[in-house]
């Protein structure tokens, strides 16, 4: 069946340590995928977009991977601050209109 | 920039009760979203616009749900009658993509979160 796989468990690091969140997807060719941020009681809010020929993409302290042989995502916050705790989406866009997101991951960073 | 404004925040009613949710997307946004989200789960797609038109209801409930986007802006989700399962927040969402181009970032709004006892 198809599906997206993010890690279930929190993932709890500590100040100053990069975090690395996975996203594995099965049975998808995504055009391009998304990473957004959702904090408790808000909407989620859009970080970054890499497509499918792409295999790295950048913003400040955040990085993705594209890996469409392993039908894998990696996303990595470098100096990981207590303010990055959130849960963290990741989406397929499979191409038209159709957009599909991941359950997403819990992270904590404690100072 | 404003964002994407929903109405209202939350809501409790009883089982087979009626309930409607509103959103104001960001002007000039062709597209509008609706997704259901359960807690610990990700967003599910209910259904898309594109102006006043649907471009994707496939994981709408039909029997219950309706949506509408009246002249292609502002929209409305409605349930009717209400079951226990549709518990959820409630998020309208709306992006800048227009046909045949590469999709865009979604903004979000804060969701409405439906209790349903």
């Known amino acids: 069946s198809q599906k997206i796989e993010q890690n279930s468990e929190a993932l709890n690091i500590q100040e100053g340590k990069t975090a690395t969140l996975t996203c594995n997807y099965t049975?998808?060719?995504?055009?391009?995928l998304q990473w957004y941020r959702q904090d408790p009681g808000r909407g989620p809010v859009f970080l970054l977009l890499?497509?499918?020929?792409?295999k790295e993409k950048r913003k400040e302290r955040l990085k993705v991977t594209f890996d469409t042989t392993l039908k894998q995502s990696l996303f990595h916050i470098t100096a990981s601050q207590p303010a990055d705790s959130a849960t963290y989406l990741c989406?397929?866009?499979?191409?038209?209109?159709?957009?599909?997101f991941g359950a997403g991951t819990r992270l904590f960073v404690k100072a | 920039e404003a964002g994407v404004a929903q109405s209202p925040r939350y809501k409790i009613i009883e089982k087979r009760q009626s309930v409607a949710f509103w959103c104001n997307p960001i002007?000039?946004?062709?597209?509008l979203y609706w997704y259901q989200q359960i807690l610990g789960q990700g967003p599910k797609l209910l259904i898309q616009?594109?102006?006043?038109?649907?471009?994707?209801d496939s994981q709408l409930p039909k029997d219950r749900f309706s949506a509408e986007r009246l002249k292609g802006v502002d929209s409305t989700l409605k349930i009717q009658p209400a079951k226990l399962e549709d518990s959820a927040v409630y998020l309208c969402?709306?992006?800048?993509?227009?046909?045949?181009?590469?999709?865009?970032?979604?903004?979000f709004g804060q969701g409405t979160r439906l209790t349903v006892v």
């Open positions: 969402a709306s992006s800048n993509i227009g046909t045949g181009l590469m999709n865009t970032e979604a903004f």
């Open positions: 049975n998808y060719s995504p055009a391009y």
């Open positions: 890499i497509r499918e020929n792409e």
């Open positions: 989406a397929l866009h499979l191409g038209g209109f159709k957009t599909i």
């Open positions: 002007s000039g946004h062709a597209t």
């Open positions: 616009f594109q102006n006043n038109g649907v471009v994707d």
